[in-house]
């Protein structure tokens, strides 16, 4: 599955509503990212995917109004999948995080494990597991702005 394959699986007509749960996939194990995709595609969700922090970075500043949330790989080819986080948190505060790795989450930094809309997801992962955590995000963005 190539990053354009998974891309032209959005359609242009959606809805703003829609297009806000966009999720970007950040994965280079082409295994894991197309179950990871299909899931998503299934659940109703809009996927992007990049193989890399590079790819990413460049989809997320093409489609940075579009993307909700993201599931990204901890260790990525070339860089850090929290760096990339970071650097799209500065451009999208509000960007729902998703981080999965096969290390404990106790070898990583704590970068994200205590903020707000960030999830961590030990690999490998059921299809259920990645739904749940997926809803969870947005389900406390949904309590947060019933309080507000």
């Not at 749960?21 to 299909?38: M, N, P, R, W, Y």
């Not at 299934?42 to 992007?48: A, N, T």
């Not at 579009?66 to 960007?95: E, H, K, N, T, Y």
Request: proline share 5%; hydrophobic share 45%.
């Amino acid at each position: 599955m190539t990053t354009a394959a998974v891309q032209a699986r959005i359609p242009i007509s959606q809805t703003e509503a829609s297009v806000a749960k966009a999720i970007l996939i950040v994965e280079d194990e082409t295994f894991v990212s197309q179950v990871t995709c299909d899931v998503l595609l299934g659940q109703g969700y809009s996927v992007l995917w990049a193989r890399n922090a590079d790819e990413a970075r460049k989809i997320f500043c093409r489609h940075s109004g579009q993307i909700a949330a993201m599931v990204c790989d901890a260790v990525l080819p070339d860089g850090s999948g929290f760096a990339l986080a970071q650097a799209c948190r500065r451009l999208s505060p509000a960007l729902k995080l998703v981080v999965a790795s096969g290390y404990p989450p106790a070898l990583l930094p704590n970068t994200f494990q205590d903020e707000p809309g960030t999830r961590f997801l030990t690999k490998p992962y059921s299809s259920a597991t990645l739904m749940a955590t997926v809803r969870n995000l947005f389900r406390d963005e949904a309590k947060c702005e019933q309080v507000a």
